[in-house]
């Protein structure tokens, strides 16, 4: 078994060898370019994230964001990232369709031993974030966490259990508050209503 292979398979593993500390500087190189451009670099900026993650990015994704490989990451089509996203993929970072991020947050799929004696040691968990999610501002999403489709999860949470499908979660650790139901398609802010008058009236200002 390789480096790369103990890596995705969860067991223990440094990051020395196999090239990896040279894929590292290429996803910073990338980065760097990226975080530096102007507002109006779009194409440019699209082209370099393409290069990142290794695909087509169809992700908007606002700068400056950060990441240690790209190859790792799997972002949906309209998937909406803010600024200053963290997302530590020494594992698989899976996102789906239609997914927002507020800014400032952090997936982290590698995490170090308890042990002090085993500290310089990694292994890592994947996450999985399905379509149509919304993840506030400042969370922090710990390895091995799926958050189900449709699901929010507030700002400043810190998850690390999974989170089911048309859920709403906060907290530290975050957890299940309520489920999604007939009032969210009713009222989009405490008690604003949502009516066909407002949203027609939004639709003529576009």
């Not at 398979?9 to 060898?17: A, E, I, M, Q």
């Not at 908007?60 to 240690?68: D, H, L, R």
């Not at 400032?104 to 999610?133: K, L, Q, W």
């Not at 008690?191 to 027609?200: K, S």
């Amino acid at each position: 078994m390789t480096m790369r292979e103990r890596i995705h398979s969860g067991k223990l593993f440094t990051d020395y060898c196999e090239g990896l500390p040279e894929d590292r500087i290429k996803c910073k190189r990338l980065l760097t370019k990226i975080n530096a451009m102007g507002p109006d670099q779009i194409p440019e900026r699209m082209q370099l994230f393409s290069e990142l993650f290794g695909k087509e990015c169809k992700a908007w994704i606002e700068p400056p964001f950060y990441c240690c490989y790209g190859t790792n990451i799997e972002i949906g089509e309209m998937t909406y990232i803010n600024f200053n996203c963290n997302f530590v993929d020494d594992g698989k970072i899976r996102i789906g369709d239609r997914v927002m991020f507020g800014p400032a947050v952090t997936i982290a799929t590698v995490g170090h031993p308890i042990n002090p004696s085993m500290r310089e040691y990694m292994y890592t968990d994947s996450v999985t974030i399905e379509n149509n999610c919304w993840i506030g501002a400042n969370v922090t999403i710990c390895p091995g966490v799926s958050i189900g489709e449709n699901s929010v999860i507030g700002a400043g949470s810190v998850v690390v259990k999974d989170i089911p499908a048309n859920a709403v979660a906060a907290g530290n650790p975050c957890k299940v508050i309520r489920a999604i139901n007939e009032n969210d398609k009713r009222y989009y802010y405490k008690e604003r209503l949502i009516t066909a008058e407002d949203l027609e009236e939004e639709r003529k200002l576009r």
